[in-house]
């Protein structure tokens, strides 16, 4: 990458997926961190145009014609080059992040819709040329994929640079309709912008991404609020032959009720359009949390890499009771010390995993001191309430040998804890980014498998994770996020993009994490493009009964398999028995052998 001419940041004002002016600077500092280690050339020139399998070149230029005198030929634009750019200046052509050859996982072109009706031209065009497209909202998935198709040489349909208003946001009900290109910081700020402060939303890590695209890949936020499926309510949606339905209320002419009762009547199908390839998502309703009166962050910290099964056996009945309110993060403190945006070399150059000994002297001039776990968490509500709920927690908490409270007045300003401190109050943030400069040109990927919140599970998971990372020789950062009944451990391994050695070491340590959890009882909530195969067939009860299913369903509401094939594990007809699938092999070729002709006729 280019080291000098470092340009700035996108704003809100100028793009829809710009950063803030209130972040502008925190972003441009993130950037110039990330250029000033990067090796990886910034641009790259593809020899040839990726080709879907299954048409013809110049066919496909034929059609490409087509879609430009539908949309307009400024809508559509061929992928010539790859840009890999970063978090805020996302590329729509490819995984940003990727752990295969950034040459697999690529796009042949991007179409710009501009409203429901050009999304269902699009959906016909697919059709009759049977060409795979794929849909985006934003496309800043990092860690699962990004912008990426699943079949190479897809048609991504990038929803969001023209379809990204607020439709509508309900002071008196607390909730908002949204088009795709709506990101968690442009719905914070149109929500300040029209003086609705006793509205909050709820946002993840990192506030890039659409509203829509997280909700749909079923991502959490760290506010009661968190789990973003359970707080929407109503879709709009394209299905893969042309038609639009709108689910639950919706399908009510005239009703005013959309946005406050998700179920309507009759089957309740909103499900299938989550981490599916079922349809496209145009308007997705949401609930918004009412100011809840005051908010009050803590930390506290714990020893002992052992002390972790016994703060889990604290934390369910708590979390379970609403003691403990949001969304948890109980962190490593490795990635604390990733979290100051310099890269493992400042720590150490030897070759392996760092050693826990490093770890914790590093730990030790830290803001919150040496420890190996910490506890984020908030209370919610007016002084006397937080007290109350604030009391129960010390208490339980320091019956850890150990454990301590850190005094948020004690914090710099700039310290990681105040970032927690906002986006558990709903205010999106850009600071988790920093962790990826553990290396230069850092791509990060994440293992995310779900267990019950008990001790053995969490001690069973940290275990896995240790083991195959240190025989990779690979760091981790795990995150054990505390649902109410379930905790998802997220654990993000960092990589140079630019070392293929480094990036088949970490796909080789993943798939061997997915196949271990699984043989123990654990499966992923969530995952990369490249890993869906293996983990969908890990959900495999009743010979594959579920994927069955989700076949026939897929062949029904897709006969030409023109929408995202492949997409979490489920491939249409046409290209199932030809090779597609990544299974635990670990293959980095990401295509198969061909695809079959469609059916004769689709249903429009
Ligand atoms: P983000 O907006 O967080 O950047 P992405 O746009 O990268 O999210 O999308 C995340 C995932 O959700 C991708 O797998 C993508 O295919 C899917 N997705 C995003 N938007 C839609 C949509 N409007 N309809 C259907 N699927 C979508």
Redesign the pocket.
């Known amino acids: 990458m280019a080291k000098s001419g470092i340009t700035p940041t996108p704003q809100l004002g100028e793009k829809h997926n710009g950063i803030p002016a209130r972040l502008f600077d925190k972003a441009g500092h993130a950037k110039s961190s990330i250029w000033d280690i990067a090796t990886k050339p910034e641009e790259k020139k593809l020899k040839k145009i990726a080709i879907p399998q299954g048409i013809e070149e110049t066919k496909f230029f034929e059609a490409l014609e087509d879609l430009k005198n539908q949309l307009g030929p400024e809508n559509v634009e061929l992928v010539e080059k790859l840009v890999d750019g970063w978090y805020m200046e996302n590329p729509n052509t490819h995984d940003g992040m990727h752990i295969l050859d950034d040459e697999e996982l690529v796009a042949s072109a991007v179409v710009y819709p501009g409203s429901t009706a050009d999304v269902q031209k699009i959906v016909l065009w697919a059709n009759k040329y049977r060409i795979p497209i ?8 990092f860690g699962y ?3 990426a198709p699943r079949v190479r040489g897809s048609v991504v349909i990038d ?1 969001g640079r023209r379809m990204n208003k607020v439709l509508d946001i309900n002071p008196d009900d607390c909730t908002c309709l949204v088009e ?1 290109g709506v990101t968690f910081f442009a719905l914070y700020e149109e929500i300040q912008r029209r003086g609705h402060k006793h509205l909050w939303i709820d946002v993840p890590d990192l506030g890039g ?2 509203v ?3 909700t ?2 079923r991502g959490v936020g760290y506010t009661p609020y968190g789990d973003h499926w359970t707080f929407h309510s109503g879709l709009e949606v394209v299905l893969p032959t042309g038609e639009v339905i709108r689910t639950g209320m919706g399908a009510l002419p005239n009703n005013n009720s959309w946005q406050i009762f998700p179920y309507g009547f009759g089957p309740y199908s909103d499900g299938i ?1 989550t981490q599916s390839n079922f ?4 308007k997705l309703g949401m609930a918004l949390m009412p100011d809840p009166g005051g908010y009050e962050s803590y930390l506290y910290t714990f020893q002992k890499e052992e002390d972790l099964a016994p703060l889990v056996e604290i934390i369910r009945p708590l979390r379970i009771a609403n003691i403990l309110e949001n969304v948890a993060q109980l962190r490593h403190v490795l990635e604390q010390v990733a979290c100051s945006g310099k890269p493992r070399s400042t720590y150490w150059k030897g070759e392996g995993a760092i050693p826990d000994h490093v770890i914790h002297e590093v730990a030790k001039t830290l803001s919150h001191g040496d420890c190996t776990w910490l506890y984020y968490g908030m209370a919610y509500g007016p002084k006397e309430i937080r007290q109350y709920k604030l009391d129960i927690i010390h208490k339980e908490f320091m019956k850890i040998p150990g454990a301590r409270r850190i005094d948020p007045t004690t914090l710099p300003k700039n310290d990681y804890f105040w970032s927690r401190d906002r986006i558990a109050a709903g205010i999106p943030d850009l600071e988790e980014l920093a962790w990826v400069n553990w290396h230069p040109n850092g791509g990060h990927i994440a293992f995310s498998p779900v267990s019950p919140v008990r001790g053995p599970d969490a001690t069973a998971l940290w275990k896995l994770a240790k083991t195959r990372c240190g025989q990779y020789g690979l760091e981790f950062f795990p995150t054990y996020c505390v649902g109410m009944r379930e905790m998802h451990l997220i654990v993000e391994i960092v990589f140079d993009r630019n070392n293929p050695t480094m990036r088949q070491n970490v796909d080789k340590c993943i798939r061997a994490m997915i196949d271990d959890a699984a043989k123990a009882g654990y499966g992923e909530y969530r995952t990369h493009l490249a890993l869906m195969d293996q983990i969908a067939g890990t959900y495999n009860w009743n010979n594959n009964a579920l994927m069955r299913f989700n076949e026939k369903l897929k062949d029904c509401l897709d006969p030409a398999g023109i929408l ?1 094939p492949g ?1 979490s594990g489920v491939w249409p007809a046409r290209y199932r028995g030809r090779g597609w699938e990544i299974g635990k092999e670990g293959r980095q070729s990401s295509e198969g052998d061909g695809v079959a002709p469609a059916p004769g006729s689709t249903r429009l």
Do not use: C, E, H, Y
């Not at 794929?134 to 998935?141: E, H, L, V």
């Not at 349809?279 to 145009?282: C, K, N, P």
């Open positions: 794929f849909p985006i909202s934003i496309g800043r998935n994929g990004g912008a929803l795709p991404g659409s829509m695209g997280n749909l890949d359009f349809g496209i998502v145009t995202a997409k």
